[in-house]
């Protein structure tokens, strides 16, 4: 990891796919020297919403412009829903005929809905150009803009339709999360502290320690949670880019909370919080199976709920929920393979769990909040 005056790098390293994530604190107006270093095209299609665009549309075009780069901007409204082909061809044509070549690149100012839908079109047109990635969301700096999965939705599921198309930069600026939602900022910590579980016991003891500093997003402190998170994700991303193994282990809680997101009609769990359900309900099931000690399993769901997130499914039905599962887009077979912590800091794939455990483990979720 290399630290300048204000700026802290980690590499994702891909070989000649290899790129920089850049993280500090008000560093959104040095962004167009940044993009000047990439020697891309003189001209970029900044992709944001009007939440975004409103808060750090300015700034960015600014820095860019003095930089010496012309910008085109292409608003997307906000939301989930708009993660779609009929949003991705509107972006096209304004690509299109802002005279976007080969040589310019896509930038994404937002979230992970902006982060994944820019992704998407930047792996696309014309065969791909460059791509650069200025994510605004906690979950976007410490997970989706990182490691290359681009993506629009498909009304028969989330994410089904994309690519693993790497960034060229992604430039994380922790002010911008000053203006972000107290919920969204948390449902962030849902994928930090899968981190923690996964990888990083004493990242995991960090976060139990410095709880109310991050909490009150204490600069430092969410620098040092930001580049921890991409150090552990570019490492399993330069292990295993395209998902043949070890990568499945960042799919910690997701294979339980898109379970969770998909049948409340993706209307009452934010991505975060249905992953935080499930990390609990993986954690459970790996006491059941004997992989994980109690003494662990006590100190995941206290550090859930210590960053405000919820452990339980309200009233769900348990068949329903297994029934999901097996939809996931991630079962293989019609197997569903689980990631299950065996401590914190390792976790396992597993082939599958049984049945009895399943429901043993969701009835006691079930009603809890
Ligand atoms: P999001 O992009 O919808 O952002 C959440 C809300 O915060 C939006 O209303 C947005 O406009 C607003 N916002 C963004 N930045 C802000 C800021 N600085 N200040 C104020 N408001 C701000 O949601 P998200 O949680 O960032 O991303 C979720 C998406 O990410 C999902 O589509 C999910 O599938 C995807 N994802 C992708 C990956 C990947 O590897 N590609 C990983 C995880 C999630
Ligand atoms: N968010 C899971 C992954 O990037 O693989």
């Given at each position: 990891m290399?630290?300048?005056?204000?700026?802290t790098?980690?590499?994702v390293?891909?070989?000649?796919?290899s790129?920089?994530?850049?993280i500090?604190?008000?560093i959104?107006?040095?962004l167009?020297?940044?993009v000047?270093?990439?020697?891309?095209?003189s001209?970029?299609?900044?992709?944001t919403?009007?939440?975004?665009?409103?808060?750090y549309?300015r700034q960015?075009?600014?820095s860019?412009?003095?930089?010496?780069f012309e910008?085109i901007?292409a608003?997307?409204?906000?939301?989930e829903?708009?993660k779609s082909?009929?949003?991705?061809?509107l972006?096209?044509?304004?690509?299109?005929?802002g005279g976007?070549?080969?040589?310019n690149?896509?930038?994404?100012?937002g979230?992970g809905?902006i982060?994944?839908?820019a992704?998407?079109?930047?792996?696309?047109y014309?065969?791909g150009?460059?791509?650069i990635q200025?994510?605004?969301?906690?979950?976007?700096?410490?997970?989706?803009?990182v490691?290359?999965?681009?993506?629009?939705?498909h009304?028969?599921?989330?994410?089904?339709?994309g690519?693993f198309?790497?960034p060229?930069?992604?430039f994380?600026d922790?002010n911008t999360l000053?203006?972000?939602?107290?919920?969204q900022?948390?449902?962030?910590?849902?994928?930090?502290?899968?981190?923690?579980i996964i990888r990083?016991r004493?990242?995991?003891?960090?976060l139990?320690?410095e709880?109310?500093?991050?909490?009150?997003l204490h600069?430092g402190?969410?620098?040092?949670?930001?580049?921890t998170?991409?150090?552990i994700?570019?490492?399993?991303?330069?292990?295993?880019?395209?998902?043949q193994?070890?990568?499945?282990?960042?799919n910690?809680g997701?294979t339980?909370?898109?379970?969770?997101e998909?049948?409340?009609g993706?209307?009452?769990f934010?991505?975060?919080?249905?992953?935080?359900?499930?990390?609990?309900?993986?954690?459970?099931a790996?006491v059941?199976?004997?992989l994980l000690?109690?003494?662990?399993l006590?100190?995941?769901e206290r550090?859930?709920?210590?960053?405000?997130?919820p452990?339980?499914?309200g009233n769900?039905?348990i068949?329903?929920i297994?029934?999901?599962?097996?939809?996931?887009?991630k079962?293989?077979?019609g197997?569903?393979?689980y990631?299950l912590?065996e401590?914190?800091?390792?976790?396992?794939?597993?082939?599958?769990?049984?049945?009895?455990?399943?429901?043993?483990?969701l009835?006691?979720?079930q009603?809890?909040?």
């Open positions: 290399e630290k300048s005056k204000s700026i790098t980690v590499k390293d891909l070989g000649p796919k790129y920089p994530i850049h500090g604190a008000n959104l107006p040095g167009g020297d940044y000047k270093r990439l020697g891309v095209g001209r970029i299609m900044v992709v919403n009007p939440t975004v665009g409103a808060l549309g960015v075009s600014d860019l412009e003095a930089a010496g910008t901007v608003e997307v409204p906000d939301g829903k708009y082909l009929e949003s991705a061809a972006l096209y044509d304004t690509a299109f005929t976007l070549d080969r040589s690149a896509v930038l994404a100012l979230g809905v982060g994944d839908l992704g998407f079109i930047a792996a696309t014309m065969r150009v460059p791509f200025v994510p605004t969301t906690l979950l976007a700096q410490v997970d989706s803009s490691g290359g999965k681009v993506a629009v939705n009304p028969r599921g989330k994410n089904i339709i690519a198309y790497q060229r930069m992604v994380s922790i000053y203006t972000l939602e107290d919920r900022f948390r449902a962030g910590m849902a994928e930090v502290i899968k981190y923690g990083d004493d990242f995991f003891t960090f139990e320690r709880a109310p500093a991050v909490r009150q600069i402190t969410v620098i040092r949670v930001v580049e998170s991409c150090r994700k570019a490492e399993i991303v330069a292990e295993d880019e395209t998902e193994g070890i990568r499945a282990i960042l910690l997701h339980f909370g898109h379970a969770y998909a049948l409340t993706y209307s009452e934010v991505h975060g919080e249905a992953v935080a359900i499930g990390m609990v309900s993986a954690a459970r790996a059941k199976t004997g000690p109690e003494p662990d006590a100190r995941i550090l859930i709920a210590t960053y405000g997130l452990c339980g499914f769900l039905d068949a329903e297994i029934e999901s599962m097996y939809h996931d887009k079962a293989v077979g197997k569903v393979r990631v912590p401590t914190i800091g390792r976790a396992a794939i597993v082939p599958e769990i049984s049945h009895e455990i399943l429901k043993n483990v009835q006691g979720q009603n809890q909040v």
